[in-house]
Structure formats: structure tokens, C-alpha cells
């Protein structure tokens, strides 16, 4: 007995030592799965929720909480005198927006709920605006109040318009309500379920109608009493500030790998304002972090992994747009596949794997999909959209891919709201995730050889320029935003 444990303890001594000297064990997905574990996630997240709980419930682009989701991010990616990882801030600044007050006095001269949304502009203050309420016709299948010639017929000058939220984007109807002379808009939501918050985009500040969400019970009530003959008279009130506010992108890279073959991890800091954003996108946040400490482990890296914890996501993608925009075409050619984690863990998750017509994508995407089918979960290719961080890569013809659980009802209800939280995560989803994306990005860290190059061909130029003349919008707004003159911004630019 005695002779064991003095023969364990010899042992325990030298491992010690080895894992004081730096050991690091040869990188294979299979090991780098195992050093994954649901604690590390769970804490991460943890201390993301409490900072939005201190932060006046979020940790959005130009607040505090967004500061301090950084400070933590790096206090648990860096080590002094780090050997194994390079970490740096890429700064930039755009235009912040706050409603401070917004209200909705109904007909009976109630008050409404009535939720806004970002870069909302404001009304005349204190009084807001008020006016006879005209219902534009429901739409479903194109939208509603989507294109100029649904609004023929209808008066809305120095009214407010009643559309429905759907299918198109709602700077597009608040904007045609904007030019036919409406003082505001109600817009009521377009599912039963909880109002949820969404991006105006700042390009938009001078351009369009002030605007309350409402509810789509009270929505509809309201254009039954319309469809009577009755005249509802209805007041808005929006209260918002603009200010060009900086913030910052993450990187944090592995030393060891080639530089010219690199492959990168995103995933956005920020939350929106209404919630502390949790699953959103803490969710792929802690995955990084933890993947980030695991690597730690392990040598033999032949192509880089670089991490982005993308800052402004949800004004708009503002970050990571900003970094690929500033990529030489050399530099863009060394990213050689690029994963978008955004919201991994959603209380009822489906495991869509983003792949689109770019071959490589596939590529990626496999090692994904395959992961997770074996786990035993209903995963599925499902091809990107418009509303993350991936946008930059695919315009620079980068092989992308990621993982979607889901967002609004089912996958996720608190999907952009302030229940966004520690509780509502499927911490199973979770881990699950982040095995899968340990486990491919450390599959195309040590071959990337089946990945074809970007295809430059595929850039596509109008996007390209899109995107340029966002960023040039952007400038407009911010340096305008900073003189104190958005009033003038109407007559400057042109719709
Ligand atoms: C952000 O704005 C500040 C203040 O105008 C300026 O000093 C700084 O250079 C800007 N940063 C970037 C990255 O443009
Ligand atoms: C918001 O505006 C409404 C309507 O003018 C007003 O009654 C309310 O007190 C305001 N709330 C805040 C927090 O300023
Ligand atoms: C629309 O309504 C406004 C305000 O009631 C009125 O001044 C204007 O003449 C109307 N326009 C048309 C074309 O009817
Ligand atoms: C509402 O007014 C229109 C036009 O004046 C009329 O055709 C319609 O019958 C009225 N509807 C009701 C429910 O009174
Ligand atoms: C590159 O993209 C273009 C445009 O989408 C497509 O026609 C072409 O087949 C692609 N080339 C490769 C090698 O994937
Ligand atoms: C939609 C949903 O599941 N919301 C839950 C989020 O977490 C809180 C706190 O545990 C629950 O009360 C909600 O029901
Ligand atoms: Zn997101």
C-alpha cells in the first residue's frame, strides 16, 4: 500500500513537471473534443449574464457592458507573457443611438406597450406626435406597406400609418412613410409572440418615420375599429440620441501555424440593447473562449486559427464588415475558411450548418455536419442570409460555413429580448456545438488542402459596392451625428 502510493506519488511528481515545462500533447480533433467541457461554458456565460445584469440589462455596441464583455474575454484568453497566442484590439466608430423614452398613447387615450428600435428617429419633444391613425393594407405574401404603390389611395400626410412588421425590411415602409409626409408609424408585430427588437441600420438616421412596435393583438384590434369607419386618433413619442461612439473587434491568434494558411472562428460580442444577450451571442462567445483555452494544450498546429470576437454586430455588422473591408486582397487570400458561430445554444435547437454555392463551403461544412449527425443530432445544410458576421467573408469569396440553432419560436422566444439569458440555454446544444466546432477547426488546422482558394470570381461587385456605400452612409451620419446637424441629413442625401 504504502510502496502504490509512494509510486503515485513519483508519478503525480513528474507529471507535474512535465505539464509545468509546457508538454503539450500533438493536436488531433479527437483530443482537442475531449479538453471540452460544459463547465468552462457555463461560466463564461455566467459572468457574461451578470455583467449585462450590471451593464442596465445588455452588453450592446457603445456601453459599458460591451467594455466589460471585452475585459472578460481577455482576462480569459491571455496569459502574461503569452507563448502560445497573439491577442489584439482592432478599433472603429460609429454612430450610437438610444431611445431614452418612447410611448404609444392609444385611442382611448391609453397607454400602449410599444417597443423601439435601434436608430429609431425621434418625434418633436415633449409632446410627440399625434394624428389620425391610417391602417395600410395587410399583406402577407409580399408585406405589408413594402413598395410605394400599396400606400396609393391612402392619406397619410400628417397622420401616422398602421403596417404590419413582415417579409420586407421595416426601414423600407418606414421610409416610404417617411415620403408620403406620415408623422410616425405603428408598427404591429406579425406573431403572437413577445415584440422583439431589430436593426434600423444607421444609414438610415433623417430618412425614415419615427416608429412604435406594438403587439399584434393590439395591431389588429385597432384595424377592425378602422375597418368600421372609426377614427382612431393615435399619439408616438420617440425620444433618441445620436453620438458617433468607438468600439472594437478581438483577435486572438495562434503563434504556432502557417501564416498563409489561416483559418478563422467569429463570433459576436455584443448584444443588442434590449437583453444581455446570452444565447446571443454569448453562446458562441464561450465556445471560443473555450476552445481558445483548450488549444493551449496542444502543439503541432500547421495552418493558424485565428479568433474573432466581433464588436457591433447587431447595428448592423458593423465589425467584422469593417475588418474584411480593410483585408488587402493578399491578406483575404490567407484566410482560407472562415466559421460563424452565432447563437449555438437555443433552448429548443435545430442544428443548421451553413453551406452556400461556394464549393469550398462544403468542405467545412462537412466536418460539421458530420460531427453532429454521429452525435445523433437532426443536422442539416441550410444556406446563409444576410444577418451575420459571415456577410464579409462570402463577399471576398472565403469558404464559410457555422452553426445556427435558431432564433424566435420555438428554437429560441427570447430571441432579442431581455430573457435572453443564463436560463434559457440548452446547455447540451451548447457543448455539443462547440465539440463540433473544436473539432473542425482543428480538422482544417492540421490539412486545409481539400479547401479550393477564395474564388475571386465570385465577389460579387454590387455587393461590394453596397457595402462601400454603407460605410461611406455610415461616415455621412457619424460625422454629421458628431456636428449636432441630423436634421440636415434629409436634405443633404437622397433616398
Ligand atoms: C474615432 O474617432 C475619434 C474621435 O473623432 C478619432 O480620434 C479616432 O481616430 C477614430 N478612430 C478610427 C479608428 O477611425
Ligand atoms: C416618456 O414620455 C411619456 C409621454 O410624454 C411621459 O409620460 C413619460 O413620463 C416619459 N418617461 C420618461 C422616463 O421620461
Ligand atoms: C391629405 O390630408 C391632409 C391632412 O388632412 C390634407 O391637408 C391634404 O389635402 C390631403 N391630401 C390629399 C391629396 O387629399
Ligand atoms: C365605411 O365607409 C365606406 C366608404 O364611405 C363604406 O363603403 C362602408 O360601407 C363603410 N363601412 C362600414 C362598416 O360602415
Ligand atoms: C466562383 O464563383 C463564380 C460566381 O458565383 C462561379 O461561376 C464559379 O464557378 C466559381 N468558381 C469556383 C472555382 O468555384
Ligand atoms: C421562453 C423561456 O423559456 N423563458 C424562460 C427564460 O428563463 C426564465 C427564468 O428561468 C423563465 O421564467 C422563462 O420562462
Ligand atoms: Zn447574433
Known amino acids: 500500500m504504502k510502496h502504490t502510493i509512494s509510486v503515485l506519488t513519483v508519478l503525480l511528481c513528474v507529471w507535474e513537471s512535465i505539464a509545468a515545462s509546457g508538454y503539450k500533447a500533438k493536436l488531433s480533433p479527437e483530443k482537442l473534443e475531449a479538453a471540452i467541457g460544459q463547465k468552462g461554458l457555463k461560466q463564461n456565460l455566467q459572468a457574461l449574464d451578470k455583467i449585462g445584469k450590471q451593464s442596465n440589462g445588455n452588453r450592446a455596441f457603445g456601453t459599458t457592458g460591451y467594455a466589460k464583455s471585452s475585459d472578460y474575454v481577455l482576462s480569459q484568453i491571455t496569459s502574461k507573457h503569452d507563448k502560445d497566442f497573439e491577442t489584439w484590439k482592432q478599433y472603429f466608430n460609429h454612430t450610437y443611438e438610444e431611445t431614452r423614452n418612447i410611448s404609444v398613447t392609444g385611442p382611448d387615450g391609453e397607454a400602449v406597450d410599444a417597443l423601439t428600435l435601434m ?275 462570402l463577399e471576398l469569396g472565403i469558404p464559410s460555413s457555422g452553426i445556427h440553432t435558431g432564433g424566435g419560436v420555438p428554437a429560441d422566444p427570447c430571441y432579442h429580448l431581455a430573457c435572453d439569458t443564463y436560463d434559457n440555454i440548452s446547455w447540451e446544444a451548447l457543448e455539443v456545438n462547440t465539440k463540433a466546432a473544436a473539432r473542425a477547426a482543428a480538422a482544417l488546422a492540421l490539412s486545409v488542402e481539400d479547401v479550393p482558394p477564395r474564388n475571386t470570381t465570385s465577389v460579387n461587385p454590387r455587393s461590394d459596392n453596397r457595402i462601400r456605400a454603407q460605410f461611406t452612409a455610415w461616415e455621412e451620419v457619424k460625422l454629421e451625428v458628431a456636428g449636432g446637424h441630423t436634421c440636415a441629413l434629409k436634405t443633404k442625401r437622397t433616398v
Open 119 to 393: 436608430y429609431n428617429n425621434a418625434t418633436p419633444l415633449p409632446d410627440g406626435v399625434t394624428g389620425e391613425l391610417v391602417a395600410v393594407p395587410v399583406d402577407d405574401t409580399v408585406g405589408s406597406g413594402c413598395f410605394e404603390d400599396q400606400w396609393a389611395g391612402l392619406n397619410v400626410t400628417g397622420k401616422l400609418a398602421l403596417v404590419k412588421r413582415g417579409t420586407c425590411s421595416i426601414s423600407d415602409k418606414l421610409k416610404i412613410a417617411k415620403n408620403l409626409g406620415a408623422l410616425g408609424v405603428i408598427l404591429f408585430h406579425n406573431t403572437n409572440s413577445t415584440p422583439n427588437a431589430a436593426t434600423l441600420s444607421a444609414e438610415n438616421i433623417g430618412l425614415l418615420a419615427p416608429v412604435g412596435l406594438v403587439s399584434l393583438s393590439i395591431g389588429e384590434a385597432w384595424l377592425a375599429r378602422i375597418a368600421t369607419n372609426e377614427t382612431l386618433t393615435v399619439t408616438l413619442l420617440v425620444d433618441s440620441i445620436f453620438e458617433p461612439r468607438t468600439s472594437w473587434n478581438v483577435f486572438s491568434e495562434t503563434r504556432e501555424g502557417d501564416p498563409n494558411n489561416v483559418i478563422m472562428l467569429g463570433a459576436h460580442l455584443d448584444s443588442v440593447q434590449a437583453g444581455p444577450g446570452i444565447n446571443d451571442d454569448g453562446s458562441g462567445v464561450t465556445a471560443q473562449i473555450e476552445i481558445i483555452k483548450a488549444l493551449r494544450n496542444f502543439r503541432g498546429i500547421k495552418n493558424k486559427i485565428r479568433f474573432a470576437f466581433w464588436g457591433a454586430e447587431e447595428p448592423g455588422l458593423v465589425g467584422s464588415l469593417f475588418y474584411t473591408q480593410s483585408l488587402t486582397p493578399s491578406e483575404a487570400d490567407k484566410i482560407r475558411f472562415y466559421y460563424n458561430y452565432d447563437m449555438i445554444g437555443s433552448p429548443v435547437p435545430v442544428y443548421g450548418i451553413y453551406a452556400g454555392d461556394n464549393p469550398g463551403d462544403k468542405v467545412g461544412a462537412q466536418l460539421l455536419l458530420d460531427y453532429l449527425v454521429a452525435k445523433g443530432k437532426p443536422a442539416y445544410f441550410g444556406s446563409f442570409g444576410t444577418g451575420s458576421d459571415y456577410v464579409g467573408f
